[in-house]
């Protein structure tokens, strides 16, 4: 997410175009919202295989969300106007888009303003959110806007641990039926590549494949020395 912030500020003064991003995280880490301010205290003290788990903040809104079993996927772009719900559904379209043609159905969510209540991202599903058939809630999304600038942040609940997932929030995780028997890196790159394609096909775009340049790293680097590391690490 360091790397999502900085490319945001990239694409910000006109340095670098829109982008797509797709990740897991290792270690496992629990990501607070940028507002969020209450979450329990033994947050800051769980481990997941002997290891501990990493509490950050993102640089987008919306409650916490587990980062264990999931897939992260990241927008940063400009162009889009007007409320917020409509701007979520036009960049939200090319996710209902690609896992439809995996075989999930996806609509928004309906929860109100009372979803600011749970620390749990996934506790509820508000309109920026995607759920299945079932209203189970399966996409969590959050922005950040600057003017005509958007960077969007967005967990697909994809293989949680059951025991883990129940540690921090004291529920369960959402139930949604996969089309797949287990996940590994090909099953994760079947998504990937089915949700370039939908982008694609969503934006009329044609995306390049390009990974981060040692220069673009060094100025990351420099880029978080000057924030202060502690704007993400808690």
């Not at 290792?26 to 002997?50: C, D, E, F, M």
């Not at 749970?118 to 759920?131: I, Q, S, Y």
């Not at 590391?229 to 808690?234: Q, T, Y």
């Amino acid at each position: 997410m360091a790397v999502d912030k900085w490319l945001f500020h990239q694409h910000r003064q006109g340095l670098h175009p829109p982008t797509l991003r797709f990740y897991t995280w290792s270690p496992v880490a629990i990501s607070l919202g940028y507002h969020q301010k209450r979450y329990p205290s033994h947050w800051s003290n769980l481990t997941w295989h002997s290891k501990s788990i990493d509490l950050v903040r993102r640089p987008t809104g919306g409650r916490a969300v587990l980062h264990q079993g999931d897939l992260t996927y990241m927008v940063v772009c400009s162009g889009f106007f007007g409320h917020f719900n409509h701007v979520y559904q036009q960049i939200c379209e090319f996710l209902i888009q690609g896992w439809r043609s995996l075989g999930v159905e996806l609509h928004y969510g309906q929860a109100e303003r009372g979803y600011i209540h749970h620390p749990n991202c996934f506790a509820t599903a508000t309109n920026a959110d995607l759920v299945d058939q079932h209203n189970n809630k399966f996409i969590g999304s959050a922005q950040l806007r600057q003017g005509n600038n958007i960077l969007q942040h967005g967990s697909m609940v994809l293989n949680p641990d059951n025991n883990l997932f129940e540690q921090v929030f004291n529920c369960s995780p959402p139930k949604v039926n996969l089309p797949f028997s287990h996940f590994n890196f090909e099953t994760i790159s079947v998504i990937i590549d089915t949700l370039i394609k939908s982008a694609c096909q969503c934006f009329n775009i044609d995306l390049i494949y390009q990974p981060l340049s040692d220069s673009e790293w060094q100025q990351i680097k420099i880029f978080y020395d000057f924030l202060g590391i502690e704007a993400l690490i808690l």
